[in-house]
Structures are given as structure tokens and as C-alpha cells.
């Protein structure tokens, strides 16, 4: 089967359509033009197929071009039987292809090499083909000082080497024992001495068993980092260790080799060759091995979740083109303070100390009103950062004291502003402005365009991922930077507003490219028509290709740049235009008449159908933003602080972070919330994702609260019956292992996920959840 063939039954889709897929992913096209302008030629493959599909593509040959090197070293040796090559070539993974490769890779000088070379190979092999053979007496054959074989023993040593090696490299056996292992083994994690003190965050690893392929990926990644932070030490067990009987591994060796306790004089021989080999070389190979499959499946789904939550934050709703104030808090240091206008552009800062020790209430106050007015500004950003309630209050009582300004106010994630305020990016752009001051520009902005801000961050810094330290960071920033790629291109970037991040972010684009874009509109002023980028330095035909359609001209020469119709699909617009007997401004936004016209009638052999129907829907709302309206929540006046929580309230809140094992929630006390999965609906739920979002606003129930701890537990089922009084003392529940542990580790309470999906979520144990996990958003 060839590379188009795999790829199309792996997709589940025709192989025309990988064909056309691939051959303009080799022509320089990017995912996201692939996925809106060009679904004729795929068949309509949308960007998460497209996204697959190039993954599995590199894998695929990375995988033929290993192949061809195994071949060739094979071919060298004089190796290279019919079938081994018919086996090479059929190899559909790298695991497959390696375990093919073993007997003939190149290696140090091993002891079953040196008794090969003795001449103990024939003593070996009859012995396996022949167990009727006394060991002893065969051996003595194959004694020769000179070769270093002083005595049968030597030699017998020397062929269970040989036959040992062989077992250990046995492409068949190494597959059957890799499932084995998967569907039976155990990891057994145990405390390295003398670490329970440095060590207590994993104080539920200390004694911990489970099945290998059981444990999910949040519990994993702690017990990884566990034995990284030299805590703990992992085992793999299969089978009793207690037992005196073979366990599973060393019986497989036996079956596959068909050795049996026959009363044959080399029986029990064989069997100790056996049992050594599986001891010796297979279980730490496959023990390293299966180790390494568990943490990457664990990474796949740590990175899948911190993906999907990042998608979800940057296409959260934006404020939109509003003057805005952003507050980043602080208490002795102060609060800082930007302006910026409804293009962005900073426009006024100020440092403001209303909070203690120098409790300047009234002059903040006073303050922030002038700004406000001054600026015309129309929206209070405030960062959820420490002070965030008594800056809240802030402005609480600002709105009141002048309602005239008619001010709206929201508490916004600051995750990554620290990190932008401090980035070459940020000294570029304010190289005047201290860097304090920088973080309040950043949340203004993040309240204006969520998406436009958080570009300029690195992706992992944005915190709304589990372990994401804990990953393959290479594979993250992949992973990250086609969600970013994937969002920017699906809302559309003002070609004429955007930053050279966001910029950067367009498909086809990159950051020089974005640089001079942005100096050719400094230079020349803003663009009027999208075929004035021809004329940037260094974007040609290829690239205006790729990007064009992804950037708007808001007020240009031509309506249809604003849209997402791409500029190579305009004579599609005028032969409408044309049929209609109508203007373009009489079509635009004219949804009722559009919806009149029959797509087919427009079609030629370049725009098929796809295309059609996408320009009609773009002209029905040209330049639609994909993302919701805008929502804020509201906190509730007088609980601010854990203390102010009692079991049974009603909150309102933002969804901060979803993880696998639940969703946190910041209800405006500075200390996110849990609602574990169990407690997210009245029914059962596999992924958290199905029913809450990061950045959704939502109504909570405070289920628990565990003070000394501070942490929370809270409900998304309302109906549901909370603790009854507030909890001041130390639960005994699992504690987290690092940021994002499920904290189901310990065997008597089992990852409920597990059960049949017609059960229903039983409910939270609430100050077990709060203890188990409210820590995780602090230590991402």
C-alpha cells in the first residue's frame, strides 16, 4: 500500500482527495487556504483532516525514508533475503521497522557476538532444534582453549548468549510481548528513601498501582514528573512479584519458542535460557519502552486538551473597536494603569495607589475619572492578578460615583502578560514605557480583541493547559502555532490595524514578511485595495496568493476586500452582478435576495459549487466575525475572598482552564474553583470540552469550601445539595502531583470515566475535589 493509499484509509476519505491535498501541501499551500479555498480539489477537507493529514504525512515519510536507509545497510551486509525485504517494505511504523532492523543493526562487540565468533552458534542452535541432547555432553565438543571456550560450562554460556540475543531480537516476539505488556502490565510507583518531605506533592504515588494502559494522561505526566524530580521511582510489574510462578513475559517466550518440561535433558536448560532472556534483555527493553509509549500517549492528550482550550480563549468574544482603560493590579506596588484608543494605540498611563499601605482611595479615584473622560473611555479591563477584587471594588464604586461616563467593566485573564511586558516585542513596540506599565496595556488590549493581544505571547505562556512544562516542547509549539495559524486566519486580520504579530500569523505570511507590510503602511499610509500588498517588498504572486483572502481592507476602494472572498474569485462576483442586474451595494448584506440565486448557475471550470455557495454566504454578512457576542460576567458584590464562600451559593463565573478531569472556574476570590467532570452535568460526560469553554460564563454552585487549603469545590448542577457548613479542616483526599492531576490516583477511588457511558456521574465528594485539585491553576 502507498503513501496516498494509507493516507486515505487512515482519513477515511478518496484517495483523489489526499492526492490533491498533498500535492498543494508541496507546492508551499498553507492549511487554512487549503481548507476555505480550495475545496473543489480536496473534496472539502476541513483544516482538522488537513492538519492530520500533514502530521501523519511527515510521519509517513520520515518513515519510507528510514526504510530506504535500513534497506541499503542491509542490502551491505549481504543479508537481505526475499522476505525480509517483503517484511521491511510492508513495516507500517517505526516501531515495526526498528524491531525488523535489530539483528542487523550495527552494534558494540555483545558476548553473543564473541561466542559466535568462538564457534558456539551450531551448539546453540542444535540444542533449541534438538532438546533430546544432553547440554553437557554436546558442549564438550566445542571446547577449544585458544577460541576462549576452556569448558562445556564456557561453552554452554556462550550459547545461551547467542540463543538470548536472538530471543531479545525476534521481530514477532518483541510485537506480541509490547501488547502483552500494554493490556497486563502494572506500574508500581514507590517513594525514594528519604523524599517524603521534599517530595509530599506526590505524597498519592508513594504506594501507587495501576494498569498501564488505564492511567490517564493528567495522572500520568505526574508520575513522570515524579520520578523527574527524583521523588519517585516507577516499576513495571506483570504478574504477581510475590508469585514463585513465571509471570506472563517468561511464558510468552516459552510458547513462542515452544519449550515445554518434556523430561528431555535440555529442557530445563532451554527454560533457564528462557527465563534469562526475558529478565535480562527484554523486560528493560520493553520497561523503557512501554514507559516512553505511556508518556507519549499522556503528551498527545495533554497537548490535545491545552490545543483545544487555547482555540476557545482566542476566539473568545472581543469587546471590540472601544476606547478602553486597563487596570493591572497591585498593592504596594500600586495599580498600573493604560489608556489606549479603538484602534489599540496607547494613549495615556498612570500609576495609582488606592489599595494598602498608602490607601489613596479618593485620588485614584479621581484619577481614573479624568482618564475616563478625558479618553472617552468606554471599558474597564481589570487583570485577575493579586488586588484584583479590591481593584474591582475600584471600579465599582468609580462607576458609581460618575454614572454619566457609562462605563462597563470586566476581570480578564493576565496569564502571558508579564511574559509580553518583558519580551523584545514589547520593548520594540513601548520603548519608552516602563515595563510595569506594560502588562496594563496588554490587558486593556486583551479585552478589545482576545485573539489580536494573545498572538504576541508565546502559546505555553497563556496558562490554560495541564502539564504543559511537562511535554514534548517542540511537538507543543507545532501543535500551538496551527491553533493560533488556524484562529487568525479564521477570523480575518485588519490588514490596515494589525501588529506585526498578528500579522505573522496570516497564511503565507511570516514575521518579515509582516514587518514589511507593516513599514510599507507607515511609509505609504493605509492600504486601499488588497493588490496594493503586491507592492510590499519581498511578497510575491505565491504569497499574496495564500493571504490575500484571509485580509480585510475595512473602507477601501472595493467593498469585497473587507469580505473573505478571495480576490481570484471576484469575476465570480461579477457575473453575479451581472445575472442579477444589481449593484454590489445592493447585494451586499441582502441576505433575502442571495438566498434567492441558484449557486449552480455560477459555477465554471475553475469555482465549483463549494466556492459558490461560501462567496454567497459571505455576501449575505461580508467581514462576519466567526466569534460570539460579548459577555461579561458579574461577581458578586461582597464575596471576595475565600471566607466570604458558604456552601450553597450561586456564583457567576469564567471558565479559566478545562482539563481532562474538570473544568476551573474564577468566581472573583482570588482562587479558581474546581467543578470535576462529575459535576459538570446531569448526565455522563467523557470530555469537560463538550459542555463548558474557556472563557464561558457560567453559574456555579459553591459545593465546599477547605480554607486552610484554599480550595473549592463547586457544581455546574445547581439542584445539587452542597456540604453544609464551610470546612476548615485538612481533607484526606488524593493531593495533586503538579498542575493538572487528576487526583483519582489512589486505587480506592477509581477514574469514574471508566464506567459504561450510560452511567451517570455520581456527585463530587466536594471537599475531596477541592483538595484534590485547586492548586493546579497556581503551579501551570
Known amino acids: 500500500m502507498n503513501l496516498i493509499q494509507t493516507l486515505?484509509?487512515?482519513?477515511?476519505?478518496?484517495?483523489r482527495q489526499i492526492e490533491a491535498a498533498v500535492t498543494l501541501m508541496d507546492d508551499g499551500a498553507t492549511v487554512p487556504f487549503i481548507a476555505r479555498y480550495r475545496k473543489e480539489?480536496?473534496?472539502?477537507?476541513?483544516?482538522?483532516?488537513?492538519?492530520?493529514?500533514?502530521?501523519?504525512?511527515?510521519?509517513?515519510?520520515?518513515?519510507?525514508?528510514?526504510?530506504?536507509?535500513?534497506?541499503?545497510?542491509?542490502?551491505?551486509?549481504?543479508?537481505?533475503?526475499?522476505?525480509?525485504?517483503?517484511?521491511?517494505?510492508?513495516?507500517?511504523?517505526?516501531?515495526?521497522?526498528?524491531?525488523?532492523?535489530?539483528p542487523y543493526k550495527p552494534k558494540r562487540r555483545t558476548k553473543a557476538q564473541i561466542a559466535r565468533e568462538a564457534g558456539l552458534a551450531p551448539l546453540a542452535h542444535g540444542l533449541l532444534a534438538d532438546p533430546t541432547q544432553t547440554p553437557e555432553q554436546l558442549a564438550a565438543a566445542f571446547i577449544d582453549a585458544e577460541r576462549g571456550v576452556a569448558d562445556a560450562k564456557a561453552a554452554l554460556?556462550?550459547?545461551?548468549?547467542?540463543?538470548?540475543?536472538?530471543?531479545?531480537?525476534?521481530?514477532?516476539?518483541?510485537?506480541?510481548?509490547?501488547?502483552l505488556l500494554w493490556d497486563k502490565a502494572t506500574l508500581h510507583s514507590q517513594l525514594v528513601e528519604g523524599k517524603a518531605e521534599e517530595g509530599a506533592k506526590f505524597r498519592d504515588y508513594f504506594d501507587y498501582r495501576e494498569a498501564v494502559h488505564k492511567i490517564p494522561s493528567h495522572r500520568a505526566l505526574a508520575l513522570f514528573r515524579g520520578r523527574n524530580e527524583g521523588v519517585l521511582q516507577l516499576e513495571l510489574e506483570v504478574g504477581d512479584p510475590a508469585s514463585p510462578e513465571p509471570d506472563l513475559g517468561e511464558r510468552s517466550v516459552v510458547a513462542h519458542y515452544q519449550l515445554r518440561d518434556a523430561g528431555r535433558p535440555a529442557d530445563g536448560w532451554l527454560r533457564e535460557t528462557a527465563r534469562w532472556a526475558w529478565k535480562v534483555k527484554l523486560l528493560p527493553h520493553l520497561d523503557t519502552e512501554l514507559k516512553q509509549r505511556l508518556r507519549e500517549l499522556a503528551e498527545v492528550e495533554a497537548i490535545r486538551v491545552f490545543a483545544g482550550n487555547l482555540r476557545d480563549l482566542l476566539l473568545a468574544a472581543p469587546a471590540g473597536a472601544r476606547p478602553t482603560l486597563g487596570l493591572d493590579p497591585g498593592l504596594r506596588t500600586?495599580?498600573?494603569?493604560?489608556?489606549?484608543?479603538?484602534?489599540?494605540?496607547?494613549?495615556?498611563?498612570?500609576?495609582?495607589?488606592?489599595?494598602?499601605?498608602?490607601?489613596?482611595?479618593?485620588?485614584?479615584?479621581?484619577?481614573?475619572?479624568?482618564?475616563?473622560?478625558?479618553?472617552?473611555?468606554?471599558?474597564?479591563?481589570?487583570?485577575?492578578?493579586?488586588?484584583?477584587?479590591?481593584?474591582?471594588?475600584?471600579?465599582?464604586?468609580?462607576?458609581?460615583r460618575h454614572p454619566e461616563l457609562r462605563l462597563q467593566k470586566l476581570v480578564v485573564s493576565e496569564a502571558g502578560a508579564s511574559v509580553y511586558s518583558?519580551?523584545?516585542?514589547?520593548?520594540?513596540e513601548f520603548p519608552e514605557v516602563d515595563v510595569s506599565l506594560r502588562g496594563a496595556v496588554s490587558i486593556a488590549r486583551r479585552l478589545q480583541d482576545p485573539l489580536a493581544e494573545l498572538v504576541k505571547i508565546e502559546p505555553k505562556a497563556i496558562g490554560v493547559g495541564q502539564y504543559q512544562h511537562d511535554v514534548g516542547q517542540s511537538r507543543l509549539a507545532r501543535a500551538l502555532d496551527a491553533v493560533v495559524e488556524d484562529c487568525v486566519n479564521?477570523?480575518?486580520?485588519?490588514v490596515n490595524t494589525a501588529s506585526a504579530p498578528l500579522l505573522a500569523r496570516v497564511a503565507g505570511l511570516n514575521a518579515t514578511l509582516a514587518r514589511n507590510i507593516v513599514e510599507f503602511r507607515d511609509a505609504n499610509g493605509a492600504f486601499r485595495r488588497r493588490g496594493q500588498l503586491l507592492k510590499v517588498p519581498r511578497l510575491g504572486d505565491k504569497t499574496f496568493e495564500q493571504a490575500a483572502g484571509f485580509l480585510r481592507i475595512i473602507g477601501g476602494d472595493s467593498p469585497l476586500d473587507r469580505s473573505a472572498v478571495h480576490p481570484e474569485a471576484y469575476p465570480v462576483v461579477e457575473r453575479i452582478l451581472a445575472a442579477s442586474g444589481r449593484g454590489l451595494h445592493e447585494i451586499l448584506g441582502n441576505a433575502a435576495f442571495l438566498q434567492t440565486l441558484e449557486p449552480a448557475r455560477f459555477t465554471d471550470s475553475r469555482f465549483g459549487l463549494p466556492t459558490v455557495r461560501d462567496i454567497l454566504l459571505e455576501l449575505e454578512k461580508p467581514g462576519r466575525d466567526p466569534r460570539p457576542a460579548f459577555e461579561t460576567a458579574a461577581f458578586k458584590e461582597g464575596v471576595e475572598t475565600l471566607a466570604d464562600l458558604r456552601p450553597g451559593m450561586v456564583l457567576e463565573g469564567v471558565v479559566t482552564n478545562v482539563a481532562n478531569f474538570g473544568a476551573f472556574v474564577d468566581i472573583g476570590v482570588h482562587q479558581d474553583g474546581l467543578v470535576h467532570v462529575s459535576a459538570l452535568a446531569d448526565r455522563f460526560v467523557?470530555?469537560?470540552?463538550?459542555?463548558?469553554?474557556?472563557?464561558?460564563?457560567?453559574?456555579?454552585?459553591?459545593?465546599?469550601?477547605?480554607?486552610?487549603?484554599?480550595?473549592?469545590?463547586?457544581?455546574?448542577?445547581?439542584?445539587?445539595?452542597?456540604?453544609?457548613?464551610?470546612?476548615?479542616?485538612?481533607?484526606?483526599?488524593?493531593?495533586?502531583?503538579?498542575?493538572?492531576?487528576?487526583?483519582?490516583?489512589?486505587?480506592?477511588?477509581?477514574?469514574?470515566?471508566?464506567?459504561?457511558?450510560?452511567a451517570v456521574n455520581p456527585p463530587a465528594t466536594p471537599s475531596a475535589l477541592a483538595d484534590a485539585f485547586a492548586r493546579a491553576r497556581r503551579e501551570r
Open 422 to 428: 518583558a519580551s523584545e516585542l514589547a520593548a520594540r
Open 334 to 400: 500600586g495599580v498600573k494603569v493604560a489608556v489606549v484608543d479603538s484602534t489599540g494605540k496607547l494613549i495615556a498611563t498612570a500609576t495609582i495607589y488606592p489599595h494598602a499601605p498608602r490607601n489613596q482611595w479618593d485620588e485614584s479615584l479621581q484619577t481614573l475619572a479624568e482618564l475616563c473622560r478625558h479618553h472617552r473611555v468606554e471599558l474597564l479591563s481589570i487583570g485577575n492578578g493579586t488586588a484584583s477584587r479590591e481593584t474591582d471594588r475600584l471600579a465599582n464604586d468609580l462607576m458609581k
Open 490 to 494: 479564521a477570523v480575518g486580520v485588519d
Open 41 to 102: 480539489a480536496t473534496g472539502g477537507l476541513d483544516d482538522t483532516q488537513l492538519r492530520l493529514l500533514e502530521e501523519r504525512l511527515t510521519y509517513l515519510r520520515e518513515l519510507d525514508e528510514r526504510r530506504g536507509v535500513i534497506l541499503a545497510s542491509i542490502r551491505e551486509q549481504g543479508q537481505l533475503t526475499t522476505e525480509l525485504e517483503a517484511a521491511l517494505l510492508a513495516a507500517d511504523t517505526k516501531t515495526r521497522l526498528e524491531d525488523l532492523y535489530l
Open 686 to 758: 467523557k470530555d469537560p470540552r463538550d459542555v463548558v469553554k474557556v472563557g464561558q460564563v457560567v453559574k456555579v454552585k459553591v459545593l465546599d469550601v477547605d480554607l486552610p487549603r484554599k480550595r473549592i469545590a463547586l457544581t455546574l448542577r445547581l439542584a445539587e445539595p452542597a456540604n453544609g457548613g464551610l470546612s476548615t479542616r485538612s481533607s484526606s483526599a488524593p493531593q495533586p502531583a503538579g498542575a493538572g492531576d487528576g487526583g483519582k490516583s489512589a486505587p480506592e477511588r477509581p477514574d469514574r470515566r471508566n464506567q459504561p457511558r450510560e
Open 157 to 179: 554460556e556462550g550459547a545461551r548468549q547467542i540463543l538470548m540475543e536472538e530471543f531479545a531480537e525476534n521481530a514477532e516476539l518483541l510485537a506480541q510481548l509490547r501488547d
Open 8 to 15: 486515505a484509509r487512515e482519513l477515511a476519505v478518496q484517495q
